[in-house]
């Protein structure tokens, strides 16, 4: 099946640095959303994009929907300990309505 | 609270063993479906459901098996487990197969020996 890339695939950073991380595909998508996922448990909502163009926050992540409709990044700002988790973007695809899933970033911080 | 459950949370069983992975969510979600989680690769859907007796095939079906009987559960179904099939197994939700956010359960992290 298709898959989105995602990258980079794992970053160290030292708390109170940004992150951003950004997921591509070469199908066009509807849709996409921004999972985090800790250890032992599923992936929860973070941010829920409908337009191209489109810049959401919530607190100190933003994520934006590609004016090409082809890519999504998301920003995490002044990073605390407790982002640690797996991030990742899954993208509907605007014929099907399937969604599909990137393979995660990885996010280590360093108090 | 809304919420996919699934059950069990850990399972270790033996090759050929059949086995149910149960899923539940009280949302009145008429879309359903099941993902696999292996390293590297993303999750990956197994099978899907549309509404209730509606099922089809995802990208990875082979060894599975589905059933919606009622609108609330989607039970994956192991008939002949393999040590291919270890990995961590989700069950996820939407209003509608058109239905714009997936709402995922807790997993379940199955081991086939």
């Known amino acids: 099946g298709q898959q989105l890339n995602q990258s980079p695939q794992s970053m160290f950073i030292q708390e109170g640095e940004d992150v951003s991380m950004n997921c591509t595909s070469s199908s066009i998508f509807n849709t996409w959303l921004w999972y985090k996922q800790e250890p032992g448990e599923g992936p929860v909502l973070l941010i829920a994009?409908?337009?191209?163009?489109e810049l959401t926050s919530n607190g100190r992540l933003t994520a934006q929907f590609g004016i090409t409709r082809k890519d999504s990044f998301l920003n995490i700002s002044a990073s605390i300990p407790s982002d640690v988790g797996i991030y990742f973007c899954?993208?509907?695809?605007?014929?099907?309505?399937?969604?599909?899933f990137g393979t995660g970033t990885r996010l280590k911080v360093l108090a | 609270e809304a919420q996919v459950t699934q059950n069990p949370r850990y399972l270790i069983t033996v090759t050929g063993k059949k086995l149910t992975v149960t899923c539940s969510q009280n949302?009145?979600?008429?879309?359903m479906s099941w993902y696999r989680q292996d390293p590297g690769l993303g999750l990956r859907q197994i099978y899907y459901?549309?509404?209730?007796?509606?099922?089809d095939k995802g990208d990875v079906p082979e060894g599975y098996k589905v059933s919606r009987k009622e609108k609330r559960n989607f039970p994956l179904i192991l008939e002949s487990p393999s040590p291919n099939q270890t990995s961590l197994y989700f069950c996820?939700?939407?209003?509608?197969?058109?239905?714009?956010?997936?709402?995922f359960g807790n997993g379940t992290r199955l081991t086939v020996t």
């Open positions: 996820a939700s939407s209003l509608s197969w058109t239905g714009d956010i997936l709402h």
């Open positions: 459901s549309m509404n209730v007796e509606v099922t």
């Open positions: 899954a993208g509907r695809d605007s014929g099907t309505y399937k969604y599909i």
């Open positions: 994009l409908y337009k191209a163009g």
């Open positions: 949302m009145n979600h008429e879309y």
